[in-house]
């Protein structure tokens, strides 16, 4: 079943069932050793799925879950290796959509979900966008997109491996280093080392469109007639240019950023231009995110 959550929607199955499991596997043409989060909907189901969980990993489930925060712990016997990818940690995550939880609730178990798009595409976050990336590898007789419209948050879990003395940033996300360090009162490191450092992180988030990004000092667009361009909304379209996003908030350009390269894809536009946001916070996830697209694409890389 693919299902909405805050963050990008997932395709779930019954963490427990292997051929369930596989079919996600086979439905994203994702290599069998990455490893799954596992998704529940309350708290006192945290000891079924992880044991050893350190305090600070407790204190952050606490402050942050339901919401957009995956905890990498140490497995328990139930976390089989066709979840973990045959590592000994597993990722669990408490997502805050209502439509995510309800599911959750009622069905008591863990749900294995990665984002429901083909392995290297861009996260969806529409339910027509789910269909666009997997609709054709679906059983029309036994698989579901639940639609619970567009997402809210729009990039994927800060991931935080809590296996240590501290916690460290797998993937940047929208709870931020500055966040984890109040709750814990432990320091970390900064989340773009860490995000380079993992080997075990989707190579890239790309759409088809060459990303191309541009300096906001000087955005100069060679003038190209039909490229996509997105900016914040202070940012003017280069002329010849065709926008597709003008967000007025680093919360907004977040939660509209994959369904605007996806509508460059729609348009079939041969390369998209792209004014990364400047700040901190979420804009960081952001920004990891353009560098992951943009590698593709052969720009800043
Ligand atoms: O926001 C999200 O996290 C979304 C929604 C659906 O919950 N899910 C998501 O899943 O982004 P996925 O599979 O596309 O990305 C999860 C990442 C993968 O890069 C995977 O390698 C990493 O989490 N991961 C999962 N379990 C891990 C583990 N035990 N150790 C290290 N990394 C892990
Ligand atoms: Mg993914």
């Given at each position: 079943m693919a299902f909405p959550t805050e963050t990008v929607y997932g395709l779930g199955a019954d963490a427990t069932n292997e051929s369930a499991v596989a079919h996600i596997y086979r439905v994203k043409g994702r290599p069998a050793d990455h490893p799954l989060i596992v998704h529940i909907g309350q708290l006192s189901q945290l000891d079924q799925w992880a044991i050893d969980i350190p305090d600070y990993a407790i204190a952050l489930a606490r402050d942050f879950w339901p919401g957009p925060m995956t905890l990498i712990l140490k497995r328990s016997e139930k976390a089989k290796d066709f979840?973990?990818?045959?590592?000994?940690?597993?990722?669990i995550r408490i997502p805050a959509n209502p439509i995510a939880l309800a599911l959750l609730r009622e069905f008591a178990g863990g749900i294995a979900a990665p984002s429901a798009n083909r392995f290297g595409a861009i996260s969806p976050t529409t339910a027509q966008a789910v269909k666009e990336e997997i609709g054709e590898f679906l059983d029309v007789h036994r698989d579901v997109i639940l639609d619970g419209g567009p997402s809210l948050v729009g990039v994927e879990s800060t991931i935080i491996e809590c296996l240590?003395?501290?916690?460290?940033?797998?993937?940047?996300?929208?709870?931020?280093?500055?966040?984890?360090?109040?709750?814990?009162?432990?320091?970390?490191?900064?989340s773009k080392s860490q995000t380079r450092a993992s080997g075990l992180l989707d190579a890239h988030y790309a759409p088809k469109a060459k990303v191309f990004l541009l300096d906001p000092i000087n955005p100069v667009v060679a003038c190209i007639a039909g490229v996509g361009f997105i900016a914040a909304a202070n940012h003017p379209t280069p002329d010849g240019a065709i926008r597709l996003a003008a967000p007025i908030s680093d919360d907004e350009y977040a939660s509209g950023l994959y369904e605007a390269l996806r509508e460059g894809d729609r348009k079939n536009l041969p390369a998209i231009y792209v004014i990364p946001p400047a700040g901190d916070g979420v804009a960081i996830a952001i920004r990891d995110r353009l560098q992951r697209a943009a590698f593709e694409g052969g720009s800043l890389r």
């Open positions: 979840i973990t990818g045959g590592q000994d940690s597993v990722g240590e003395d501290s916690p460290r940033i797998l993937r940047p996300g929208a709870i931020t280093a500055e966040m984890i360090e109040k709750t814990t009162g432990l320091k970390i490191e900064s």
